[in-house]
């Protein structure tokens, strides 16, 4: 009796076993192999429509549907320079059916000037592909008396603080940049905070600012036409579109050897979101992104598409790219609750 007793209960364990193992197995299997996508999918922007963000996510949105067989939406939640948008991302379920595109403000720069934020940028959102990446200039009007990097030093030392430059505000990289860049050349600069570019510019070519740094996106058209004119980029490359206009880093001034500051805009899902979901929309995002029309319009737009495209190599650049903009802020003391 007791020998029948034993073979039951490894029987028991046995099937126990079993079931442990098989409920495994299918909680690793692919989640594609459950049907997904089997309902449509949704693309978080963090900023307005007009914005980089947006633009290049209307043009991957339409090719992933075709390529997924389910519609993409596209859904603008601006505000708080982005955070908002990405925070609806970082708090979306992990299934594959939420993704965003943003640029680098809300994911490494505010983090890095903020001491408390709704979401962790290294916890929160799994990367999927760092889309394409942009050089800032450096601008005045068209007519101003500063031709160069050097006249713009020495007057703005000679003017004592009353040179002014457009912001996007706290934790953007045009204010962050300014920052920088007023640090590294040692030059009295007064900041006036703008919600967008638009107006920015629109100030800076009527004289009301004296500088500003700009994205290529929003500023490619301003210096084609010649509202304004390029004093330098912030790339340690020239830039395509104006090549004829020096890098900071080649300028040769003291302080501005290395500098470096520029725009990226990239694709994300919730933290937690199964790997094998993340690899096939990176592999389909990095092919449409590569279709020549696509890259033609993004590279119009000022920005070059990047080969920085795989999840590991874009979360490793997010890593890096925090880093380099807490170091930043927290040297300038730019740091708020």
Known sequence: ???????????????????????????????AANGWPNKPLRIIVSFPPGNSADLIAREVGPLLAQRLGQPVVIENRGGAGGVIGVEAVAK?????????????????IIPATRRKMPYDSLRDITPVTLAAQGPLFLLVKKDSPIASLGDLIAQAKANGGKFTYGS?????????????????AGVPLTEVPYKGSAQALTDLVGGTITL?????????????????RALGVTTLKRSGIVPDVPTLDESGLPGLKGFEAFGW??????????????????AEVSQILQTPGVT????????????TNTPAQFGEFIQRDLARWT?????????SD
């Open 212 to 228: 500003m740094f700009d994205g290529a996106a929003s500023s490619a058209s301003q210096i084609a036409a010649g509202n304004v």
């Open 92 to 108: 979306a379920a992990p299934d594959g059916y939420t993704l965003g595109m943003s640029s680098l403000s809300p994911i490494t």
């Open 168 to 184: 996007l505000g706290t934790g953007t990289v045009s204010q962050m940049a300014t920052e920088a860049f007023k640090a590294a």
């Open 265 to 282: 805009i990239g694709l994300f899902a919730p933290g937690g979101t199964p790997k094998d979901i993340i690899a096939r929309v990176q």
């Open 296 to 307: 033609q319009r993004i590279r119009t737009a000022g920005l070059d598409v990047s080969d």
């Open 1 to 31: 009796m007791l020998e029948g007793i034993t073979r039951r209960r490894r029987h028991l364990r046995f099937l126990a076993a079993t079931l442990i193992a098989a409920s495994a197995a299918g909680l690793a299997a692919p989640a």
């Open 327 to 335: 170091k930043i802020a927290n040297d300038l003391k730019i740091v």
